[in-house]
C-alpha cells in the first residue's frame, strides 16, 4: 500500500545525507518534498502541513543541524511523528455489557459484511468468547446469505428473522436470543448508507439507541483515498462512533486515509483488514504502521504471527529429524502450511527490514507453492518420506502426475537437497538461509 510513498520519503531524506554542510534550508526543503509526498499519497493537505509544521518544530529543537547524521535524525523524528499522527498507541476493543454488542456501519460496499465475519473469527479465536452474528442488513438481498456463508466458515451462528425488514427489531431480538443462548458477544451487521440519506442515518442511530453497543465501528474503504477520512467525518458527526476500520488494503491504494483519519475524526483505528480469507484481519498498531511506511519493516507482527502458528512439540521433533538427516518431503509440506496460514507471503516478506523494498517488482501470489505441491502430491508415501530412492524413472512419473516436467521435478529436487543440508548445518549452529524452492518470485 505505501511502496510509492516509502519511495518518495527515502529520497527527501537524501537531501540531509548529502556532503555539504547541513543547514536550516536543507531542512525546510527536505520537510517540503516530505508534505508533498504525504499529499501525493492522498493525505489531506491541512493534516500533511500540520504534521510538517510539527516536524520542524522537533527537528530544530532537537539539534538535526548539529548532529553527525542528521538523515537519521530526521528520519526518526518523522516515523515518531508518524505514529502519533496515527494515534500514537494501539486501540483494543471493548468487549464490555452481557452480552457486549459490536455496531457495525459503513457504506455500501465498504466491505462491512466481511469484517463482521472476519472480527467475529478474531473475538472467537484471540478472545475466547462465544459470539452470535445478527444478519441487520434487510435491502441487500445477498447479504444475509453471505453473512450465513462467512458463518459456516469460522463457526459462529448467525441470527436472522425471515420476513422480518425491521433492522432495530431484528437487533433487539438478536440480543435477547444471545442472554437466552448463552453468547457473550453479539456483532451487529448493518446496511451500507450514504451519511446524505436522511431516513438512512435515522436507522442507524436508532439502532445504536436501541441496542446501546459497547463498540460503534465504522468501516471505510481504503481504496477510497480522501473520500474515505470525509466520508467518516460525515458519519462521525451523526453517529458519534468509538473506531474505524480500514479494508481493501491490499488493492491499489496510496494510504493517505491510514495517515489522515485519525487527525480528522479524533478517532482511533482499531483494524486494518485485507484479503477475503477470514484471518486477514489486523489490530491496527501506530508505530508499527509507521516503521512500515518508512521502510523500515514490521517484526514484532511477523513473529507474532509465526507464534500463531507455532508447536513447541512438533518443533522439538522435527529439530531430531533434521539433526539426523531425516528431514522429509512430508515435513517440507507441514512447513509450506505453516507459512500459508501466515497469510500473504509478500505481506510477510515486507515485515522484514528492507525486504519490502527489495520484492517491490517481485509478484508472489497466493498460488506461489502450487507447483511445488503439486509434485510432492504426485509422489508415493514412501517416496515422500524416502526422497533419496527419487531415481530418474520416479521422476519421470512424478512429472507426470503433476503436470510439470522433468526439469521442474529436477530443480525442486536440488532445492530440497541443498535445504537439507542447510537445515542441517543450522540444527548444529551455523545458520544460512536457504534459496526458496520451485521457482516462488518471479518478476512482473
Known amino acids: 500500500m505505501f511502496e510509492n510513498l516509502t519511495d518518495k520519503l527515502e529520497r527527501s531524506f537524501k537531501i540531509l545525507k548529502g556532503e555539504g554542510r547541513i543547514t536550516e534550508i536543507n531542512v525546510a526543503e527536505t520537510l517540503k518534498e516530505i508534505r508533498r509526498a504525504l499529499i501525493d499519497a492522498d493525505v489531506n493537505y491541512k493534516v500533511a502541513k500540520s504534521f510538517t509544521d510539527e516536524v520542524k518544530s522537533k527537528a530544530l529543537g532537537q539539534d538535526v543541524l548539529k548532529s ?34 459490536i455496531l457495525i456501519a459503513g457504506l455500501q460496499g465498504s466491505g462491512k459484511t466481511t469484517f463482521s465475519g472476519k472480527l467475529a473469527s478474531y473475538i472467537k479465536s484471540k478472545k475466547g468468547r462465544q459470539v452470535l452474528l445478527v444478519a441487520g442488513d434487510v435491502y441487500r438481498p445477498a447479504a444475509i446469505d453471505q453473512l450465513k456463508i462467512l458463518g459456516e466458515q469460522i463457526g459462529v451462528p448467525v441470527y436472522t428473522e425471515a420476513g422480518n425488514t425491521n433492522p432495530v427489531e431484528i437487533a433487539e431480538n438478536a440480543i435477547k436470543y444471545a442472554r437466552q443462548n448463552g453468547y457473550n458477544t453479539v456483532i451487529v451487521d448493518t446496511a451500507g448508507r450514504l451519511a446524505v440519506d436522511e431516513s438512512m442515518m435515522q436507522e442507524i442511530s436508532a439502532i445504536k439507541q436501541a441496542v446501546k453497543p459497547s463498540e460503534t465501528l465504522f468501516v471505510v474503504d481504503a481504496m477510497t483515498g480522501q473520500d474515505a477520512v470525509n466520508t467518516a467525518r460525515e458519519f462521525n458527526e451523526r453517529l458519534d462512533f468509538d473506531g474505524v476500520v480500514l479494508t481493501k488494503l491490499d488493492g491499489d491504494t496510496r494510504g493517505g486515509a491510514a495517515i489522515s483519519i485519525r487527525a480528522v475524526v479524533n478517532k482511533p483505528l482499531k483494524f486494518i483488514s485485507s484479503g477475503e480469507k477470514m484471518d486477514a484481519l489486523q489490530v491496527f498498531h501506530p508505530e508499527r504502521m509507521a516503521d512500515r511506511i518508512l521502510g523500515m519493516g514490521d517484526v514484532v507482527s511477523l513473529v507474532e504471527r509465526a507464534q500463531e502458528q507455532y508447536d513447541e512439540e512438533a518443533a522439538r521433533q522435527l529439530k531430531k529429524k533434521i539433526v539426523k538427516n531425516r528431514f522429509n518431503f512430508d515435513d517440507f509440506l507441514a512447513q509450506i502450511n505453516q507459512i500459508k496460514k501466515m497469510g500473504n507471503l509478500k505481506d510477510l516478506a515486507s515485515m522484514i527490514p528492507g525486504m519490502g523494498k527489495m520484492l517491490k517488482d517481485v509478484e508472489i501470489g497466493d498460488d506461489v507453492f502450487k507447483q511445488t505441491e503439486a509434485i510432492i502430491g504426485s509422489m508415493t508415501p514412501e517416496e515422500r518420506e524416502h526422497p533419496e530412492i527419487i531415481n530418474a524413472r520416479r521422476r519421470e512419473r512424478i512429472a507426470k502426475g503433476s503436470g510439470t516436467t522433468m526439469a521442474d521435478v529436477n530443480r525442486l529436487m536440488k532445492q530440497f537437497d541443498d535445504m537439507r543440508k542447510m537445515m542441517k548445518m543450522a ?18
Open 68 to 101: 553527525v547524521k542528521p538523515g537519521q535524525m530526521m528520519t526518526k523524528i518523522v516515523r515518531d511523528e508518524l505514529a502519533q499522527l496515527m494515534g500514537g498507541t494501539t486501540t483494543d476493543i471493548r468487549l464490555e455489557g452481557t452480552p457486549a454488542v
Open 427 to 444: 540444527a548444529g549452529g551455523n545458520m544460512r538461509m536457504p534459496k526458496m524452492p520451485g521457482g516462488m518470485m518471479r518478476r512482473r
